[in-house]
């Protein structure tokens, strides 16, 4: 069922992108698995460069995410590939790489044919407006809580203060080897 939905939403993608079913349509015949333990999706390629269910046990290429490289998400697919641990075949996983990297959907595209482009353009702008805010006015919350937290509440210290406290404690320390060591010459000298 799952590998159904993202092989559908995959084809999707790719009925928008000639340049994407070129570059895969010289592996048609190929598989690929794309591991996130536990979901493991099985990719076929046909001859028009669009995804198929693959019912093969061994796939030409394998492509695993471990899971805890998920928030990096939020950096986008780039951030990923630096994590996606790769074996079989490189010139499929090279192919498959770049087209999972660049392949996008363009929500004002696909709305402007339901809507057409003046209110498809001006819903996208809006709807990027809002989450713009959300974004500002989450980052401006975690400034002021950082602020109060370490200005008005002193809870957390900031780096600097740290930094000079471990400077202050170490010159304290040498400051007391320091004495340690003139207290037992005065007192070798005084037996």
């Excluded at 040498?174 to 070798?188: F, P, T, V």
């Amino acid at each position: 069922m799952l590998s159904s939905s993202v092989i559908s939403g995959l084809n999707h993608l790719l009925k928008d992108a000639p340049w994407a079913r070129e570059r895969l349509a010289p592996f048609a015949g190929r598989s690929a698995c794309l591991m996130l333990r536990p979901v493991e999706i099985g990719l076929g390629i046909d001859a028009e460069g669009y995804f198929t269910e693959s019912a093969t046990a061994d796939p030409d290429v394998s492509l695993e995410l471990p899971i805890g490289s998920l928030p990096k998400l939020v950096g986008g697919a780039d951030a990923l590939m630096s994590d996606i641990r790769i074996s079989g075949n490189a010139d499929l996983a090279d192919a498959l790489g770049f087209v999972l990297r660049k392949l996008s959907w363009d929500g004002e595209e696909a709305l402007s044919r339901l809507t057409g482009d003046i209110v498809a353009h001006r819903a996208v702008a809006t709807a990027r407006n809002v989450f713009g805010w959300q974004r500002q006015t989450a980052r401006n919350v975690i400034d002021n809580l950082a602020e109060y937290f370490s200005e008005e509440q002193p809870v957390l210290v900031k780096r600097a203060l740290l930094e000079d406290l471990g400077g202050d404690a170490a010159a304290l320390r040498d400051d007391l080897a320091r004495l340690e060591k003139r207290l037992k010459k005065l007192e070798s000298t005084r037996r």
